[in-house]
């Protein structure tokens, strides 16, 4: 079966599609027949080495963090009724390859019937990052919230979030992207590529910042502006606010199962939607990356297999 392989820290460019022998079973093993993973941020800053201090990796290795696929064979001590059945989760041993053995339990949640494999494989690096950030920030329904990233696998989910909380919502996206922003329902919106301070002046005064974006310059302009912010960031560990009353956070915590389970279910009711960008097939996963990391994000990019 194929894979694709991480073998240097050269970056996008140098992931190479490789042969390799089908996982081996175990009683603990599920085998799943891999039909999407999710193109995000995580894979290019591993493949160019620069997660190395936070979650050291070693080379060889099948890149990927989280897939959607079908249950194909169940091993003895895990549940008979996986078999057959829609499923996503993370695998430790990468992910983009034809076949996964999950061998882990907790990693892998079954998919509901009204739930499609492709938008609950948006979920992971994505709607679970903007619920994370929801909770963190302690989100109330008459905060005004201003969200950098807005377009992007997490932010398009953040938006449909924050709107359901009945929060105001200023979104930092690109001209081309407005109406994009405004579907997912942004109340006002932000083209960060032209003068951010006098745009600001047009919105109404935030009191909390969510950032997806990981830009130091960026958030510095916003936290110039203000005098009280509350600051929660997903890309950026350590931010020092320009102004000291302001307060900053960051997390990369895990959401546990409830949090998936409250995820698929709001897929389920349609109270948030996925945005699937383009589906490539896995192949082409170096243009796949290349699309995702520098062209304007509209959701997610996903593979298939
Ligand atoms: N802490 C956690 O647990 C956690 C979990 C998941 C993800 N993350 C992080 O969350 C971040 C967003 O992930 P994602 O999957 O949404 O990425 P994505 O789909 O690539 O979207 C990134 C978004 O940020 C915008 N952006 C990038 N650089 C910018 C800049 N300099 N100024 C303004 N906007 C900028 C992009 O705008 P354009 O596309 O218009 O350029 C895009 O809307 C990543 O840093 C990722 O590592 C953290």
Known sequence: MKAVIQSSFEGITALKLRDILEPHMSAMSVLIKNRYTPVIPWDWLSEEGQLQNFNPV???RIIGYSFGGIVEKVGALRNQKLLG?????????????????SQIPPLLI???????LEDAT???????????????????????VLVTGATGGVGSYLIQ???LMKTTVIAFTRKENYSFA??????????????????????????KIID??????????????????????????????INSIQTFSFSNKSIGIKGYQQLLSMLENKQISASINQILPFQE?????????????????????
């Open 58 to 60: 070693k080379l060889p």
């Open 110 to 116: 079954e998919v509901p019937t009204k739930v499609s």
């Open 182 to 207: 405004q579907n997912l329902g942004a109340d006002y919106i932000i083209d960060f590529t032209q003068d951010i301070k006098h745009q600001l002046q047009l919105v109404p005064k935030p009191n």
């Open 161 to 163: 979030l924050l709107k």
């Open 285 to 305: 996963v170096i243009q796949a990356q290349q699309i995702a990391k520098f062209r304007p994000s509209q959701g997610r990019i996903l593979l298939e297999y």
């Open 122 to 144: 948006t979920i992971i690096g994505g709607a679970d990052a903007a619920l994370l950030a929801v909770k963190q920030s302690k989100i109330r329904h008459n905060d005004i």
């Open 212 to 241: 997806t974006a990981g830009s130091v310059p960026l958030l510095d302009t916003i936290s110039h502006n203000y005098e009280k912010l509350t600051i929660f960031s997903l890309s950026l560990p350590k931010y020092k606010p």
């Open 85 to 101: 059945k829609k499923v996503f989760g993370f695998n430790p041993q990468g992910t983009h390859t034809q076949l996964i053995n």
